[in-house]
């Protein structure tokens, strides 16, 4: 089974970028849909993007979607989450997950199995 890891999360100005990372042991990425959700304080925790291979396909949450893109690196084994145009309102925890399953529902948690132990992004205004 895959295990993932979380790098890449810091402190940002509004409008800054950052670029997450979702590396993976144990098995290759383009076997499982990835996926990214977040979690900030007090909230439940919410989808942000995945992809799928075979076709290439990316998912995004609309309140991402022209900001973040996800891509993959399959010599690397490693998923990553672009983020332009950060907002105070993108700070929040944020996790790598992987999923196996052939009903797999990209923006729904409880599709993935795996997942990593996040990354703190903090965006300040």
């Known amino acids: 089974q895959v295990q993932v890891v979380e790098s890449g999360g810091g402190v940002v100005q509004g409008g800054g970028s950052l670029r997450l990372s979702c590396g993976a042991s144990?098995?290759?990425?383009?076997?499982?849909?990835m996926g990214w959700f977040r979690q900030a304080p007090g909230k439940e925790r919410e989808f942000v993007a995945a992809i799928t291979w075979s076709p290439d396909s990316a998912h995004y949450a609309d309140d991402v979607k022209g900001r973040f893109i996800i891509s993959g690196d399959g010599a690397k084994n490693t998923v990553y989450l672009q983020m332009d145009s950060l907002i105070p309102e993108d700070t929040a925890v944020y996790y790598c997950?992987?999923?196996?399953?052939?009903?797999?529902?990209?923006?729904?948690?409880?599709?993935?199995?795996?997942w990593g132990q996040g990354t703190q992004v903090t965006v300040s205004s």
């Open positions: 997950a992987a999923s196996s399953l052939g009903s797999w529902k990209p923006t729904i948690g409880t599709s993935y199995s795996y």
């Open positions: 144990g098995d290759t990425v383009s076997s499982y849909s």
